[in-house]
C-alpha cells in the first residue's frame, strides 16, 4: 500500500457509472419486479452499498476506509434496452474513494446479471467508469464528454 500517513484529512468524494444491457423483454421483467429471485434493483442497491463497504477486503493494496455516505441509484433504461447504475461515496479521510464507487457500481450491475441470468444470459456489462472525484492534493477531477478534464 502507499503510504499516506503524511497527508492530510480532506473531505472526499467520488461518483462513477455503468450499465447493463439486456433483452427489452427481459427489463420489462425487472420492471415489473417479475424476476423470481425478487426484486433485482432494491437487491443490487443494497449489493453496491454492501460491496463499497469491502473494497479493501476486495482490491489488493486499497487502503480500508471509513465511508460517510454510499448512494446507489439504478435506473432502468430503455433506450440501452438495461440497468444503469450510479453510485456515490464520500468521506473525510487521507486517501480517495474512487474505488469504492467503482466497486458499488460493478457489483450492482453483477447483481442485476445474477438475478436475470435465467431469463437472459446474454446481457453485457459495461461501460464502468468514474464520473468524477473531489478532494485531495489533486483537488477535483472530471470526466466531460468522454474526455479528462481537471479542474
Given at each position: 500500500?502507499?503510504?499516506?500517513?503524511?497527508?492530510?484529512?480532506?473531505?472526499?468524494?467520488?461518483r462513477a457509472s455503468g450499465s447493463i444491457r439486456m433483452l427489452a423483454s427481459t427489463l420489462a421483467v425487472i420492471r415489473a419486479n417479475a424476476?423470481?429471485?425478487?426484486?433485482?434493483?432494491?437487491?443490487?442497491?443494497?449489493?453496491?452499498?454492501?460491496a463499497a463497504?469491502?473494497?479493501a477486503e476486495l482490491v489488493p493494496l486499497c487502503h480500508?476506509?471509513?465511508?460517510?455516505?454510499?448512494?446507489?441509484t439504478l435506473i432502468c433504461d430503455d433506450s440501452l434496452p438495461g440497468v444503469r447504475v450510479?453510485?456515490?461515496?464520500?468521506t473525510v479521510g487521507?486517501?480517495?474513494?474512487?474505488m469504492e464507487a467503482l466497486t458499488a457500481v460493478t457489483?450492482?450491475?453483477?447483481?442485476v446479471y445474477d438475478?436475470?441470468?435465467?431469463?437472459d444470459r446474454e446481457m453485457t456489462i459495461g461501460e464502468v467508469l468514474l464520473l468524477e472525484k473531489t478532494g485531495g492534493k489533486t483537488g477535483q477531477w472530471s470526466r466531460v464528454d468522454g474526455t479528462r478534464v481537471a479542474t
Open positions: 500500500m502507499v503510504d499516506v500517513s503524511v497527508k492530510a484529512e480532506t473531505s472526499r468524494a467520488a424476476v423470481t429471485k425478487g426484486d433485482v434493483l432494491s437487491v443490487a442497491r443494497l449489493a453496491g452499498i454492501m463497504k469491502r473494497t480500508p476506509l471509513s465511508l460517510h455516505d454510499i448512494e446507489v450510479e453510485a456515490v461515496t464520500k487521507r486517501t480517495g474513494v474512487e457489483i450492482a450491475l453483477l447483481t438475478m436475470a441470468k435465467a431469463i
